[in-house]
């Protein structure tokens, strides 16, 4: 690069016009990489925060499906408690079986004792 600016100078004022017009361009250049560097280093600031915020989220995210999870559970061990079962049918059946196993029982209990 000096060598070309030095052969331009060679060329009287036409070689300064050159000279200042390839500065100015050079100039024009370094501001528009300094700008690209310094959207860059933004952009990734940016990026890191959005990371960090995608973690935390995540982690909500985990959190809600727990908590979820042990509502159902709580849900299906409340409607057990309730009637034996989550429907009308499912409690109707339940009660017959344990009014089974409850003769059964008996039953073995009365062989026991004779």
Do not use: W, Y
Not at 60 to 66: M, R
């Amino acid at each position: 690069m000096l060598e070309f600016m030095r052969k331009l100078s060679t060329f009287g004022s036409f070689g300064r016009i050159a000279m200042a017009a390839i500065d100015n361009q050079l100039k024009r250049l370094e501001s528009a990489v300094n700008a690209l560097v310094a959207e860059q280093q933004l952009l990734k600031k940016e990026n890191e925060q959005l990371r960090r915020e995608r973690q935390e989220l995540s982690q909500k995210v985990d959190g809600l499906e727990q908590e979820l999870q042990n509502a159902k559970q709580n849900l299906q061990t409340a409607r057990m408690a309730q009637g034996l079962g989550p429907t009308p049918e499912d409690a109707r059946l339940a009660k017959a079986k344990i009014s089974s196993l409850m003769r059964e029982i008996d039953r073995c209990v009365a062989l026991l004792n004779d």
